[in-house]
Nanobody, 119 residues
Framework: QVQLAESGGGLVQAGESLRLSCVVS????????VGWFRQAPGKERELLTA????????YYSDSVKGRFTASRDLAKNTAYLQMNSLKPEDTAVYSC????????????WGQGTQVTVSS
């Protein structure tokens, strides 16, 4: 069983930066893909970035490519999402999630953290 817990959300002004953290716990984490998602009110959930816990290429959606950077600290079992040049349209609940390698659906989710960007 994999468990995830996000932190780091808050209220910032447009143009500022924020870093989200996601502590990942469980067994055989190297077999999982971890993703960062967000969901704004009235909108569908959006996959922002995804990477295998063991390493390798990272996927970024066009909406955040060049502004957001995903990373992980294996020693701390923590994934990070560094968000720069934030815009009001980045306002959403941000969540990290994990899926077993080869699965289509993400089956393990954190509780989410609110990010609000004021103009």
């Amino acid at each position: 069983q994999v468990q995830l817990a996000e932190s780091g959300g808050g209220l910032v002004q447009a143009g500022e930066s924020l870093r989200l953290s996601c502590v990942v716990s469980g067994h055989s984490l190297s077999l999982y893909t971890v993703g960062w998602f967000r969901q704004a009110p009235g909108k569908e959930r959006e996959l922002l970035t995804a990477f295998t816990w063991s390493g390798g290429a990272t996927y970024y959606s066009d909406s955040v490519k060049g502004r957001f950077t995903a990373s992980r600290d294996l020693a701390k079992n923590t994934a990070y999402l560094q968000m720069n040049s934030l815009k009001p349209e980045d306002t959403a609940v941000y969540s990290c999630a994990a899926k077993f390698r080869g699965n289509q659906e993400y089956s393990h989710w954190g509780q989410g953290t609110q990010v609000t960007v004021s103009s």
